[in-house]
């Protein structure tokens, strides 16, 4: 899948994403430093009845919240960490085996532990209201 969109779209773009993934847990984001990555898993989580605030866990590494019905939706950020054994021991793998999804901004830090099957979230600020976004699964 492959759109472009406009800010005020995003709710519809993260049913979407959901839609076309409907089988897959693991969703690893893929994007420059402001095109939107935690602005799209918040609309995400809104989609799936996250009933905790959202917000970028850039220095907690790992934010844990939960849908209305008790589901844990896991997010993450590897920006701050160096490698594969960083992300080890942030418990991450953990988390990307026991969640009802987790989502991982800046995987390209340790991306060999991503797990089979995950989804591939390619998005890309065209200008300061249109993304453009590819899915690949």
Known sequence: MEIEY??????EVA??????????????????MGAGKTTLINAI????????????PTYSI????????DKLVV????????DEIEVLNAGAEDYMYTAAYSFIEWPERAQNLLPEGF???????IDANTRRIKLVI
């Open 6 to 11: 406009s800010l005020n779209e995003i709710g």
């Open 75 to 82: 997010h993450m950020d590897w920006y701050r960490l160096a």
């Open 45 to 56: 989580c809104a989609a799936l009845n996250v009933e905790d605030s959202i917000s970028s």
């Open 62 to 69: 790992i934010n844990e919240y939960r849908t209305a019905d």
């Open 119 to 125: 989804a591939r979230v390619e998005l890309e600020a």
């Open 15 to 32: 049913s979407k994403i959901l839609k076309e993934a409907e089988h897959v847990k693991c969703f690893a984001f893929f994007a420059e």
